[in-house]
């Protein structure tokens, strides 16, 4: 199983930055996928989850209504487009993915509930 997270730069507050989730090594459509990030200092927090079979998806209220994570299941990748960017967006940002289901209301953030998680990609938003 494997996670490659891409797609992290320097960006500034109010711009937007997509990052990619390729996947490889599993049914991609028997799992859940999700985004999780970690700022300096702090714990890693969940971000959003995608289920490709059950068409379900959670955002973390931090970013609703900015963030949006779509999935290519041609390609087998995840994207997470994120908008309106601020400083306290910025984070190491994995993705994880899961046994169908993970992204479920109240489990898509329980990070034990993924089975294999890709390095992080660095997001930094400057003010």
């Known amino acids: 199983v494997h996670l490659q997270a891409s797609g992290g730069g320097l960006v500034q507050a109010g711009g937007p930055l997509t990052l990619s989730c390729a996947t490889s090594?599993?049914?991609?459509?028997?799992?859940?996928v999700g985004w999780f990030r970690q700022a300096p200092g702090k714990e890693r927090e969940a971000v959003s989850c995608i289920s490709s079979s059950a068409g379900t998806i959670y955002y973390a209220d931090s970013v609703k209504g900015r963030f949006t994570i779509t999935s290519d299941n041609a390609d087998n990748t995840v994207y997470l487009r994120m908008n309106d960017l601020k400083s306290e967006d910025t984070a190491v940002y994995f993705c994880?993915?899961?046994?169908?289901?993970?992204?479920?209301?109240?489990?898509?953030?329980?990070?034990?509930?993924?089975?294999?998680w890709g390095q992080g990609t660095l997001v930094t938003v400057s003010s």
């Open positions: 090594g599993f049914t991609f459509d028997a799992h859940d």
């Open positions: 994880a993915a899961g046994a169908f289901p993970t992204c479920r209301k109240y489990l898509f953030a329980v990070q034990h509930a993924y089975d294999a």
